[in-house]
């Protein structure tokens, strides 16, 4: 078993920051791919961050330049970290990992909760 969890979301007045971290832990051999979705109320939900294992990284074209995508591979953590925020921001944020679980060596999709970012106008 995987567990995704996130933490650091809130409530922030717009040009505001938060960072957002995704722990994973459980029977886990590696890691590959780690990416950060949002969903806001009424729509689908959307790739904002992705990160390959290896460190390269793309963003959403609506979060370029105000967000950053990172990752501790020792500590199988990943971050995101949110500035200049706007109120179209306000979403629920999901991470999601690509897991090669221990000791089978099967890969599996896996998802955290999801934490709240509220931004404020």
């Known amino acids: 078993q995987v567990q995704l969890v996130e933490s650091g979301g809130g409530l922030v007045q717009a040009g505001g920051s938060l960072r957002l971290s995704c722990a994973a832990s459980?029977?886990?051999?590696?890691?590959?791919?780690m990416g950060w979705y949002r969903q806001a109320p009424g729509k689908q939900r959307e790739l904002v961050a992705h990160?390959?294992?290896?460190?390269?990284?793309n963003y959403a074209d609506s979060v370029k330049g105000r967000f950053t995508i990172s990752r501790d591979n020792a500590k199988n953590t990943m971050y995101l970290q949110m500035n200049s925020l706007k109120p179209e921001d306000t979403a629920v944020y999901y991470c999601?990992?690509?897991?090669?679980?221990?000791?089978?060596?099967?890969?599996?999709?896996?998802w955290g909760q999801g934490t709240q970012v509220t931004v404020s106008s």
């Open positions: 990160s390959t294992s290896s460190g390269s990284t």
């Open positions: 459980g029977s886990i051999f590696s890691i590959n791919d």
């Open positions: 999601n990992a690509i897991v090669v679980t221990a000791p089978v060596g099967v890969s599996f999709s896996y």
